[in-house]
T-cell receptor, first 112, second 119 residues
Framework: KAGVTQTPRYLIKTRGQQVTLSCSPI?????VSWYQQTPGQGLQFLFE???????NKGNFPGRFSGRQFSNSRSEMNVSTLELGDSALYLC???????????FGSGTQLSVL | AQTVTQSQPEMSVQEAETVTLSCTYD???????LFWYKQPPSRQMILVIR??????QNATENRFSVNFQKAAKSFSLKISDSQLGDTAMYFC????????????????FGKGITLSVRP
């Protein structure tokens, strides 16, 4: 069974640009969550989607948005990039509430 | 809101020995789940173990076991027979139980602890 796939693995952008990250969950998993990991703030929850609906949202500005498609694949978008958005963005999928989350390898975003 | 605290930033252990990583959490919830995740230098987050709060029995996965003390809100991870491949950052995480409109899969993570296994 294929794991969680995130693309791209690495991205370099400049301030003010926007970026879209993609996540394909494990087959059969309907929940997809996104996390930002930085050395200073650690792992922070961005949002969770379940059956195409945002079920939970973290404390991030509106520049961070996401969506989930009918095949459970998810995308997150960051508009008007800032230097502080440089981070490892991790996607995780699970079957449902309380179940194990399986993570992808992440997308390393660098904002110059 | 829930908080997860991992007070030890770094630990080191000799290969084949046993090490215990500490974690405490704060919550007003009665039903929840606790996890330990491992993140090696490859940065791939790997699930180590999961504990359901309503279960008294401590979870075990091969060389990994937990000591779950619900009243003390403590959730430590014991690694037996440490191996070089155990070198990684370890994160303790909390998930609230919810059903219906409260259903969620949100993890609240601690800051992590860097474990080094010495040959």
């Amino acid at each position: 069974k294929a794991g969680v796939t995130q693309t791209p693995r690495y991205l370099i952008k400049t301030r003010g640009q926007q970026v879209t990250l993609s996540c394909s969950p494990i087959s059969g998993h309907r929940s997809v969550s996104w996390y930002q990991q930085t050395p200073g703030q650690g792992l922070q929850f961005l949002f969770e989607y379940f059956s195409e609906t945002q079920r939970n949202k973290g404390n991030f500005p509106g520049r961070f948005s996401g969506r989930q498609f009918s095949n459970s694949r998810s995308e997150m978008n960051v508009s008007t990039l800032e230097l502080g958005d440089s981070a490892l963005y991790l996607c995780a999928s699970s079957i449902g509430t309380g179940e194990k989350l399986f993570f992808g390898s992440g997308t390393q975003l660098s904002v110059l | 809101a829930q908080t997860v605290t991992q007070s030890q930033p770094e630990m080191s252990v000799q290969e084949a020995e046993t090490v215990t990583l500490s974690c405490t959490y704060d919550t007003s919830e009665n039903n929840y789940y606790l996890f330990w995740y491992k993140q090696p230098p490859s940065r791939q987050m790997i699930l180590v173990i999961r504990q359901e709060a309503y279960k008294q029995q401590n979870a075990t996965e091969n060389r990994f076991s937990v000591n779950f003390q619900k009243a003390a809100k403590s959730f430590s991870l014991k690694i037996s027979d440490s191996q070089l491949g155990d070198t990684a950052m370890y994160f303790c995480a909390f998930m609230k139980h919810g059903v219906g409109a409260g259903a969620n899969s949100k993890l609240t993570f601690g800051k992590g602890i860097t474990l080094s296994v010495r040959p």
